[in-house]
């Protein structure tokens, strides 16, 4: 029903993953998922599911919600978006974001250095 109303559809569900993926692509018309957590919590590489199904679903995620984002100093989120927009961002089909949420005492740092790093390193050169 969505998509005979062209409404773009997303599921989100924590922990391990890819197979969900991999049902998600080869058995519903669903547009994007989300959080593509690494182990310990998933089993999702970003630049593996790029590879396997980025054609056919847009990924979104992975910034590690704790580790990166909430007690991570603003160089690791810089690092780690670069890293995620390297795995993911090629051809489009890729929305940065945490792996889940930013929780409340997130550093405000962290979260604008998130999105200087999308506008700055994570442009895309034209419509995709």
Known sequence: M????GVLTMVHSCGKERELVRMCV??????????LEEPPMGDCYLAEI????????ALMGN????????????????RAA???????GAGGGFILSSGDQCG?????????KLV?????YGQYDGPQ
């Open 2 to 5: 969505a998509k005979e109303s």
């Open 26 to 35: 080869e058995e519903t018309d669903l547009n994007c998922i989300n959080p």
């Open 50 to 57: 790029k590879r396997e199904f980025g054609s056919r679903i």
């Open 63 to 78: 910034l590690h919600t704790t580790d990166v984002m909430l007690l991570g100093t603003p160089a690791e989120v810089e």
């Open 82 to 88: 670069k890293k995620a927009i390297d795995d993911a």
């Open 104 to 112: 409340r005492d997130t550093p405000e740092e962290n979260i604008f």
């Open 116 to 120: 200087e790093v999308c506008k700055t």
